[in-house]
Nanobody, 124 residues
């Protein structure tokens, strides 16, 4: 059973930083591609970042490239998203997700397991 739980969201001023974490509290066997997605107010859910099973391949949305860093710790079944130089347009509910693939993927439909989301609000 896969149970993804996000933490680390909050309110921050523009230019600030936050670190989101995603823990798998279930009894997942093996390791798979993980990703972060977000949904801003009045917007559709969009891809943010993905990391393959061993952490060697990472893909970022153009809007966060150079500011966000995705990482994972397979031994502890944990994934992080370090967010720097935050902008008001980064305000959204951030979701972690797990795919059944081993290669990095930006396609939302490739992710079958989702956390409940954590709110990130960036004030100007």
């Amino acid at each position: 059973q896969v149970q993804l739980v996000e933490s680390g969201g909050g309110l921050v001023q523009a230019g600030g930083s936050l670190r989101l974490s995603c823990a798998d509290s279930g009894r997942t066997l093996g390791v798979y591609t993980m990703g972060w997605f977000r949904q801003g107010p009045g917007k559709e859910r969009e891809f943010v970042a993905t990391i393959d099973w061993n952490g060697k391949n990472k893909i970022y949305a153009d809007s966060v490239k150079g500011r966000f860093t995705i990482s994972r710790d397979n031994a502890n079944k944990k994934m992080d998203l370090q967010m720097n130089s935050l902008k008001p347009e980064d305000t959204a509910v951030y979701y972690c997700a797990r795919s059944s693939r081993f290669t990095a993927t930006t396609t939302m439909g490739d992710y079958g397991y989702w956390g409940q989301g954590t709110q990130v609000t960036v004030s100007s």
